[in-house]
């Protein structure tokens, strides 16, 4: 069975703060990855995803993720963090030959000014 | 093109009662899945289907809860008899083909509150 784990579940940061936010999968095969980000009272919006090609995704709004085989990780970076960041960060995990994303329990972001 | 839309938006019922819950796929999408979230907690799955099809419910509760996606209309996800457990948000996403992928769409969530 697949899992994820993200370690940080409250981050609070100060504008223009750099921020990484870690994700950990469990899975015995090929995975693609996804990072969805909610704000407050909306729904998940896709921020980036990986399939395969190069590990470093660029996504919206200047995120980017790596993903580290090795590690089993796929954590999420911006170097530079607005107050309109905040928001709930989901990482999931789709395992090939599935169809039904894992998500981690979530990691909520403050950003205040 | 349109997004996913999910409604009602809020939806408050007293114990006892029943809920339904509608979702509209994207303009294309033939597959649905619907997820339940509770607070401080991430997505879990409940039920995937086809037009027509249920093809993996592995995540819905054996009782009370049902789901379809008639051929013409939107998919419904129906909660009998609701519990205050039921409280949650529940969101229903839709892709084009099934696979992994495919990237899945949300919608905006239903958020349903058992008194």
């Known amino acids: 069975a697949q899992s994820v784990s993200q370690h940080n579940h409250h981050v609070i940061l100060s504008e223009a703060a750099s921020l990484e936010l870690g994700c950990n999968y469990s899975?015995?095969?090929?995975?693609?990855l996804f990072w969805y980000v909610q704000y407050p009272g909306q729904h998940l919006q896709l921020l980036l995803k990986?399939?395969?090609?190069?590990?470093l995704v660029k996504g919206i709004k200047g995120f980017e993720a790596e993903f580290i085989k090795s590690k089993f990780s796929f954590n999420l970076r911006k170097p530079s963090v607005q107050w309109s960041d905040t928001a709930e960060y989901f990482c999931?995990?789709?395992?090939?030959?599935?169809?039904?994303?894992?998500f981690g329990r979530g990691t909520s972001l403050i950003v205040h000014p | 093109n349109a997004g996913v839309m999910q409604n009602p938006r809020h939806l408050v019922r007293r114990r006892g009662q029943e809920a339904r819950l509608r979702c509209s796929p994207m303009?294309?999408?033939?597959?649905v899945y619907w997820y339940r979230q509770l607070p401080e907690e991430g997505l879990k799955f409940m039920v995937y289907?086809?037009?027509?099809?249920?093809?993996?419910e592995s995540g819905m509760p054996k009782e009370r809860f049902s789901a379809e996606f008639p051929k013409e209309g939107p998919s419904i996800l129906r909660i009998q008899q609701v519990v205050r457990g039921d409280s949650a948000a529940y969101f229903c996403?839709?892709?084009?083909?099934?696979?992994?992928?495919?990237?899945?769409?949300f919608g905006p969530g239903t958020r349903l509150l058992v008194l």
């Open positions: 996403a839709s892709s084009p083909q099934e696979g992994a992928d495919e990237t899945q769409y």
């Open positions: 899975y015995g095969g090929t995975v693609n």
């Open positions: 990986y399939f395969s090609g190069d590990p």
């Open positions: 999931a995990v789709i395992g090939r030959g599935s169809y039904i994303p894992t």
């Open positions: 303009k294309g999408h033939s597959h």
């Open positions: 289907l086809q037009k027509e099809n249920i093809i993996d």
